[in-house]
Protein backbone atom coordinates (compact mmCIF):
# COMPACT_ATOMS: atom_id res chain seq x y z
CA UNK A 1 0.00 0.00 0.00
CA UNK A 2 1.16 3.46 -0.56
CA UNK A 3 1.74 6.30 1.62
CA UNK A 4 -0.22 9.37 0.54
CA UNK A 5 0.96 11.28 3.17
CA UNK A 6 1.82 14.53 1.56
CA UNK A 7 5.20 15.74 2.57
CA UNK A 8 5.71 18.92 4.10
CA UNK A 9 7.94 19.90 1.44
CA UNK A 10 4.67 19.27 -0.89
CA UNK A 11 2.14 21.25 1.78
CA UNK A 12 1.22 24.44 1.01
CA UNK A 13 3.33 27.38 2.98
CA UNK A 14 0.69 28.74 5.47
CA UNK A 15 0.81 32.74 4.79
CA UNK A 16 2.49 34.59 7.17
CA UNK A 17 0.80 37.86 8.57
CA UNK A 18 1.86 41.27 7.66
CA UNK A 19 2.95 43.26 10.11
CA UNK A 20 -0.34 45.73 10.08
CA UNK A 21 -2.38 42.53 10.48
CA UNK A 22 -0.50 41.88 13.63
CA UNK A 23 -0.80 45.16 14.84
CA UNK A 24 -4.22 45.11 13.95
CA UNK A 25 -4.67 41.67 16.12
CA UNK A 26 -2.62 43.07 19.40
CA UNK A 27 -4.76 46.23 19.26
CA UNK A 28 -8.16 43.98 18.76
CA UNK A 29 -6.79 41.50 22.03
CA UNK A 30 -6.42 44.94 24.16
CA UNK A 31 -9.51 46.46 23.18
CA UNK A 32 -11.97 43.28 23.87
CA UNK A 33 -9.65 42.25 27.21
CA UNK A 34 -11.08 46.52 28.30
CA UNK A 35 -14.33 45.34 27.69
CA UNK A 36 -14.32 42.55 29.71
CA UNK A 37 -12.51 44.22 32.24
CA UNK A 38 -14.91 47.57 32.81
CA UNK A 39 -17.88 45.25 32.28
CA UNK A 40 -16.79 43.14 35.31
CA UNK A 41 -15.32 45.93 37.44
CA UNK A 42 -16.20 48.81 36.00
CA UNK A 43 -13.44 52.35 36.31
CA UNK A 44 -12.94 51.87 39.68
CA UNK A 45 -11.56 48.47 39.38
CA UNK A 46 -9.97 48.80 36.27
CA UNK A 47 -5.96 48.21 35.94
CA UNK A 48 -3.96 48.14 32.31
CA UNK A 49 -1.84 45.53 34.02
CA UNK A 50 -4.93 43.18 33.91
CA UNK A 51 -5.65 43.74 30.86
CA UNK A 52 -2.39 42.59 29.22
CA UNK A 53 -2.91 39.68 31.59
CA UNK A 54 -6.25 39.05 30.14
CA UNK A 55 -5.38 39.45 26.60
CA UNK A 56 -1.83 38.19 26.45
CA UNK A 57 -0.11 40.82 25.62
CA UNK A 58 2.97 42.41 26.88
CA UNK A 59 2.99 45.52 28.71
CA UNK A 60 5.41 47.43 26.23
CA UNK A 61 3.01 46.67 23.59
CA UNK A 62 0.18 47.74 25.30
CA UNK A 63 2.16 51.00 25.95
CA UNK A 64 2.71 51.73 22.48
CA UNK A 65 -0.52 51.41 21.20
CA UNK A 66 -2.15 53.46 24.58
CA UNK A 67 0.14 55.07 26.59
CA UNK A 68 -2.58 56.28 28.62
CA UNK A 69 -5.16 54.49 30.56
CA UNK A 70 -7.88 56.42 29.67
CA UNK A 71 -7.19 56.05 25.96
CA UNK A 72 -7.90 52.12 26.18
CA UNK A 73 -10.47 52.94 28.15
CA UNK A 74 -12.30 55.08 25.19
CA UNK A 75 -11.22 52.90 22.99
CA UNK A 76 -13.35 49.98 24.12
CA UNK A 77 -16.31 51.83 24.72
CA UNK A 78 -16.34 53.13 21.11
CA UNK A 79 -15.83 49.57 20.50
CA UNK A 80 -19.24 48.76 22.37
CA UNK A 81 -21.05 51.59 21.10
CA UNK A 82 -20.02 50.42 17.21
CA UNK A 83 -21.16 47.38 17.80
CA UNK A 84 -24.64 48.62 19.38
CA UNK A 85 -24.99 50.43 16.67
CA UNK A 86 -24.92 47.84 14.04
CA UNK A 87 -27.14 45.82 16.23
CA UNK A 88 -29.54 48.06 16.22
CA UNK A 89 -29.02 49.26 12.12
CA UNK A 90 -29.91 45.50 11.52
CA UNK A 91 -32.70 45.98 13.59
CA UNK A 92 -34.07 48.50 11.28
CA UNK A 93 -33.24 47.41 7.93
CA UNK A 94 -35.29 43.75 9.28
CA UNK A 95 -38.26 45.65 10.53
CA UNK A 96 -38.07 47.78 7.20
CA UNK A 97 -39.62 44.98 5.67
CA UNK A 98 -42.30 44.35 8.12
CA UNK A 99 -43.72 47.70 9.03
CA UNK A 100 -46.22 45.81 11.30
CA UNK A 101 -43.24 44.73 13.71
CA UNK A 102 -41.51 48.48 14.07
CA UNK A 103 -42.52 49.11 17.48
CA UNK A 104 -41.56 45.67 18.36
CA UNK A 105 -38.19 45.99 16.90
CA UNK A 106 -37.70 49.62 18.50
CA UNK A 107 -38.54 48.57 22.07
CA UNK A 108 -35.87 45.24 21.37
CA UNK A 109 -33.67 47.45 20.49
CA UNK A 110 -33.69 49.77 23.61
CA UNK A 111 -33.91 46.87 25.59
CA UNK A 112 -30.86 45.28 24.52
CA UNK A 113 -29.02 48.15 24.94
CA UNK A 114 -30.66 49.99 28.28
CA UNK A 115 -30.86 46.87 29.70
CA UNK A 116 -28.06 45.52 29.60
CA UNK A 117 -23.85 45.86 30.69
CA UNK A 118 -23.10 48.37 27.78
CA UNK A 119 -25.35 51.23 28.98
CA UNK A 120 -23.90 50.25 32.68
CA UNK A 121 -20.89 50.55 31.29
CA UNK A 122 -21.33 53.82 29.57
CA UNK A 123 -23.28 55.40 31.99
CA UNK A 124 -20.25 54.52 34.52
CA UNK A 125 -17.63 55.96 32.28
CA UNK A 126 -19.70 59.00 31.95
CA UNK A 127 -20.25 59.91 35.77
CA UNK A 128 -16.65 59.31 36.62
CA UNK A 129 -15.76 61.44 33.86
CA UNK A 130 -17.91 64.41 34.56
CA UNK A 131 -16.44 67.48 32.79
CA UNK A 132 -12.81 65.59 32.09
CA UNK A 133 -11.70 64.67 29.42
CA UNK A 134 -13.08 61.73 29.63
CA UNK A 135 -16.49 62.49 30.27
CA UNK A 136 -16.04 64.78 27.46
CA UNK A 137 -14.85 62.19 25.57
CA UNK A 138 -17.58 59.57 26.51
CA UNK A 139 -20.19 62.47 25.48
CA UNK A 140 -19.18 62.89 22.15
CA UNK A 141 -19.21 59.07 21.59
CA UNK A 142 -22.37 58.99 22.35
CA UNK A 143 -23.48 61.34 20.30
CA UNK A 144 -21.75 59.53 17.21
CA UNK A 145 -23.09 56.22 17.97
CA UNK A 146 -26.26 56.65 19.85
CA UNK A 147 -28.06 60.03 18.88
CA UNK A 148 -27.65 58.57 15.19
CA UNK A 149 -29.41 55.45 16.09
CA UNK A 150 -32.37 57.42 17.14
CA UNK A 151 -32.08 59.34 14.42
CA UNK A 152 -32.51 55.99 12.59
CA UNK A 153 -35.40 55.10 14.38
CA UNK A 154 -36.97 58.36 13.35
CA UNK A 155 -36.24 57.99 9.64
CA UNK A 156 -37.70 54.47 9.63
CA UNK A 157 -40.83 55.42 11.22
CA UNK A 158 -41.16 58.48 8.89
CA UNK A 159 -40.81 56.01 5.79
CA UNK A 160 -43.21 53.91 6.84
CA UNK A 161 -45.98 56.35 6.46
CA UNK A 162 -45.90 58.40 10.32
CA UNK A 163 -45.91 61.83 10.75
CA UNK A 164 -41.88 63.17 12.21
CA UNK A 165 -43.78 64.63 15.10
CA UNK A 166 -45.79 61.17 15.91
CA UNK A 167 -41.86 59.19 14.85
CA UNK A 168 -40.09 61.67 16.76
CA UNK A 169 -42.33 60.74 20.06
CA UNK A 170 -42.72 57.59 19.95
CA UNK A 171 -38.64 57.10 19.85
CA UNK A 172 -37.78 59.26 21.74
CA UNK A 173 -40.63 58.01 24.78
CA UNK A 174 -39.58 54.42 24.08
CA UNK A 175 -35.72 55.46 24.59
CA UNK A 176 -36.95 57.39 27.71
CA UNK A 177 -38.96 54.55 29.19
CA UNK A 178 -36.31 52.03 29.15
CA UNK A 179 -33.73 54.37 29.69
CA UNK A 180 -35.84 54.89 33.28
CA UNK A 181 -36.12 51.40 33.60
CA UNK A 182 -32.61 50.96 33.16
CA UNK A 183 -32.16 53.36 36.41
CA UNK A 184 -34.90 52.00 38.57
CA UNK A 185 -33.11 48.40 38.12
CA UNK A 186 -29.87 49.66 39.67
CA UNK A 187 -31.48 51.58 42.42
CA UNK A 188 -34.02 49.10 43.92
CA UNK A 189 -34.76 45.05 43.18
CA UNK A 190 -37.68 45.03 42.00
CA UNK A 191 -37.22 44.31 38.38
CA UNK A 192 -40.20 42.18 38.25
CA UNK A 193 -42.15 44.32 36.63
CA UNK A 194 -40.27 45.84 34.05
CA UNK A 195 -41.46 43.39 31.50
CA UNK A 196 -45.05 44.90 32.48
CA UNK A 197 -44.44 48.35 32.01
CA UNK A 198 -42.70 48.00 28.81
CA UNK A 199 -45.71 46.26 28.30
CA UNK A 200 -47.93 49.11 29.42
CA UNK A 201 -45.59 51.76 26.89
CA UNK A 202 -46.24 49.59 23.80
CA UNK A 203 -49.97 49.55 24.21
CA UNK A 204 -49.81 53.35 24.23
CA UNK A 205 -46.94 53.82 21.67
CA UNK A 206 -49.55 51.67 19.60
CA UNK A 207 -52.30 54.14 20.06
CA UNK A 208 -50.44 57.02 19.53
CA UNK A 209 -49.32 55.45 15.87
CA UNK A 210 -52.56 54.38 15.30
CA UNK A 211 -54.00 57.86 15.82
CA UNK A 212 -51.31 59.00 13.43
CA UNK A 213 -52.43 57.11 10.41
CA UNK A 214 -56.30 57.38 11.33
CA UNK A 215 -55.54 61.15 11.24
CA UNK A 216 -53.87 60.94 7.67
CA UNK A 217 -56.59 58.31 6.30
CA UNK A 218 -59.10 60.84 7.27
CA UNK A 219 -57.63 63.72 5.26
CA UNK A 220 -57.15 61.83 1.97
CA UNK A 221 -60.10 60.65 2.48
CA UNK A 222 -61.53 64.59 2.62
CA UNK A 223 -59.74 64.98 -0.35
CA UNK A 224 -61.38 62.77 -2.62
CA UNK A 225 -64.41 63.83 -1.00
Not at 217 to 225: A, T, V, Y
Request: with cysteine; glycine share 6%; proline share 3%.
Amino acid sequence: MSDHTPSSASMPARARKTQAQRREETRAKLVQGAVDLLKKKRYAGFRVADVTTMSGVSRGAQSHYFPMKDDLVIEALEFVFKETQANALTKIAKAKAHPDQLLQALIADSKDFFLGDNFYLSLDLMMVGGDEPLGQAVQQLAQNYRVSVENAWREIFKESGYSASTADEVVSLTFCVVRGLSIRKIIGPDTARIPHMIKLWKQQATLLLESDLGRKNNKKQRKID
